[in-house]
């Protein structure tokens, strides 16, 4: 019996030295081969296959590009293998944090995350997702390592352990194209589920679907069914399961994960046929000395994929394997016809922006006439000339924002808000920057909301919208007011005036050279006016709308009698200061009373608002439930709704007349 043995010893020790194992090469244990990202598209000249293949092993391998091979339908097709760094690869840290992990449990948690943010490379995205009594997603993927180490460093144990619900959310997260995985810590069975089998494979079929590969780390547990759920979700797209029972021994399973994802390759293969339908491909290749295989079928074109069950990954040599990606439905891509319709628009504004200036109304017409036998054909020269000059880009913009003002109903009130601001701006330099603030803050809001590009874009529309109406009504009431408190003094140095023998236009030129602003420039103004011909009292009424200012149409009121009825109107205007001073000390006592209420507002206002651009960079992935979720956007509308309606009631509360 000796012998016998020695001779199955040395057939073996044969048959290991004709396998191979070159010295420092890894073990097939020791490497797990994964394939995820597996894209068909088909356009006119051909078609594509292509994929990301991961290996996750202790030491340095990587794959053998002269190896791989890529079969479709039995037939090969040259492989071209790159680099894997410009794909959108995005990673989910799955963690429980049951009731069972405990405090030793959660640092362990602390630490092998921190090991794997360290390692894991720049360009992935990393969220963090955890499961007790319920499972919900704490961060969706970002580069921001810091926030992510904060996130889990906030976690805490406590409750049951819903892993099938964990991984659903996860998987709902990484939707899309791209390379995705999840790292997985858990240390029980799934005890939330009333349906395990059915959660079960509803989270293996999304993750089926999605092309997610899981490394999972099985946490001081050996029970079967935690085991089973476990290898169940290791196995679908060519994950991995390694058990760890110290936090070492995590962090090192944390660390193989981020590590191999520096192992990615990405290959394809093109036909130069065009391929629709159902297909069988084969992708074979090595990584030092462990040989893998991948194989199953894929859709091409616009027939969808048939499903097929999964089979384990080969790692001792090539053979039948699950492809762990799944049969993309090819798309026409319709880039070109966008930009072609952008590119149109462009050309139509631009070109319009050109002609434009061309396009004379009628009124211009008569006034080039008019010019032409007024001021003779050197002076209208000279204008056209001087109008030619000005046909930049720049004034063409402001002439088509004339235009487009021009017909609008609240032109008015615009003009009227900024001529009470003295604002040099023609209504169409107005609307041009109003354009130019959305677009800079639909820009700022973009690079802001860095995780959700569209909400930053439509907030920062919005605030761009809202921003230059707002500060032309608080700089045109800034005025105003300033207005009516210098107007008491005006009216007394106007009665000085009058006293002194000077009529009352002299006093309005006294006032319009010796007042400071605004009121010396209104009076000045309202002086012009009577010098071609306006009547007075009419030149004061127009500074009183001008400004909309009561105090003053009561003055111009006060005028108007005395020149009816007679009487000294140094007395009256005298009378009518000290009533305006009266007031305004009133209004102003009732200011201080109010301001408590006032600043209450204004603070109930403003916190909901700070706080939701705060929570936008501190913990986007809490504060993203609000339009992610169907809950999440009724609270939103309802909470835009209440605010709202809070500002209304507070201001109506807080608003006293005088």
Request: charged share 20%.
């Amino acid at each position: 019996m000796s012998l016998v043995r020695r001779v199955v010893t040395g057939l073996a020790a044969l048959a290991v030295g004709f396998v191979g194992v070159p010295s420092g090469a890894v073990a097939a244990s020791d490497v797990t081969v994964g394939l995820s990202n597996v894209k068909a598209t088909t356009n006119g000249s051909g078609s594509t296959l292509s994929g990301v293949i991961t290996l996750r092993s202790k030491v340095d391998v990587q794959v053998d590009p002269a190896s791989l091979k890529v079969k479709i339908d039995g037939q090969e097709y040259p492989a071209i293998v790159k680099q894997a760094a410009k794909l959108d690869r995005r990673a989910m840290l799955v963690i429980d944090t049951s009731g069972s992990m405990g405090a030793q449990g959660m640092s362990t948690v602390r630490k092998a995350s921190a090991t794997y943010l360290k390692t894991v490379p720049a360009d992935v995205k990393v969220g963090v997702a955890s499961f007790a009594n319920t499972a919900g997603v704490d961060l969706a993927p970002t580069l921001d390592r810091a926030a992510a180490q904060r996130v889990i460093n906030g976690l805490d144990s406590r409750g049951d352990t819903s892993l099938y619900a964990g991984m659903q959310s996860a998987a709902a997260v990484l939707s899309g194209a791209g390379d995705h995985s999840i790292v997985l810590l858990s240390d029980g069975a799934d005890t939330m589920a009333d349906n395990k089998a059915k959660a079960l494979q509803e989270a293996l079929g999304r993750l089926k679907a999605a092309g997610i590969r899981v490394d999972v780390v099985r946490f001081k547990t050996n029970d079967p069914d935690a085991t089973g759920a476990l290898q169940s979700f290791a196995g679908v797209n060519g994950g991995s399961v390694v058990s760890a029972d110290d936090t070492a021994g995590v962090s090192a399973a944390f660390q193989a994960s981020a590590q191999a994802l520096n192992r990615q390759v990405q290959f394809s293969a093109a036909t130069p046929k065009v391929l629709i339908g159902q297909h069988n491909y084969e992708v074979t290749g090595r990584a030092g000395s462990t040989g893998f295989g991948f194989s199953r079928k894929i859709g091409f074109g616009s027939a969808a994929q048939a499903p097929s069950s999964p089979a384990p990954v080969a790692p001792g040599g090539p053979g039948p394997a699950q492809a762990a990606g799944v049969g993309v439905i090819t798309v026409p891509d319709r880039t070109p016809f966008i930009a072609a319709a952008l590119l149109g628009l462009g050309l139509l504004v631009v070109t319009s922006t050109l002609l434009m200036p061309t396009l004379q109304t009628k009124r211009e017409r008569r006034v080039a006439a008019i010019d032409a036998y007024v001021v003779g054909d050197t002076v209208a020269l000279s204008r056209q000339q001087m109008k030619a000059a000005q046909s930049t880009i720049t004034a063409q913009l402001l002439d088509m924002g004339d235009r487009v003002m021009k017909d609008r109903k609240s032109t008015s009130k615009t003009m009227a808000l900024i001529e009470r601001a003295d604002l040099p701006f023609r209504a169409g330099e107005w609307l041009v920057l109003r354009i130019v603030a959305v677009v800079v803050c639909a820009a700022v809001g973009m690079v802001y909301a860095a995780e959700a590009k569209f909400v930053g874009l439509l907030i920062g529309g919005l605030l761009g919208l809202l921003i230059m109406p707002v500060g032309l009504k608080f700089a045109a009431s800034r005025r105003a007011r300033k207005f009516e408190a210098q107007l008491p003094q005006i009216l007394l140095l106007i009665s000085t005036s009058l006293r002194s023998g000077f009529g009352l236009p002299q006093s309005l030129d006294a006032v319009a050279r010796d007042a400071a602003e605004p009121a010396g420039k209104e009076f000045s103004r309202a002086l012009a006016e009577t010098r071609i011909g306006t009547d007075i009292s009419d030149a004061l009424e127009r500074v009183a709308i001008r400004m909309e200012s009561k105090s003053m149409h009561w003055t111009v009121m006060a005028i108007r009698i005395q020149r009816e009825v007679g009487g000294n109107l140094a007395d009256t205007l005298r009378t009518t200061a000290g009533t305006l001073r009266e007031r305004e000390s009133l209004q102003r006592q009732v200011a201080t009373l109010s301001a408590e209420g006032r600043l209450s507002a204004y603070i109930l206002i403003a916190l909901p608002i700070f706080i939701f651009f705060y929570m936008m960079k501190a913990n986007y992935g809490y504060v993203s439930l609000l339009w992610t979720t169907m809950p999440g956007l009724f609270m939103s509308g309802f909470g835009v709704v209440s605010l709202g309606a809070g500002i209304v009631w507070m201001r109506q509360v807080v608003k006293i007349e005088v």
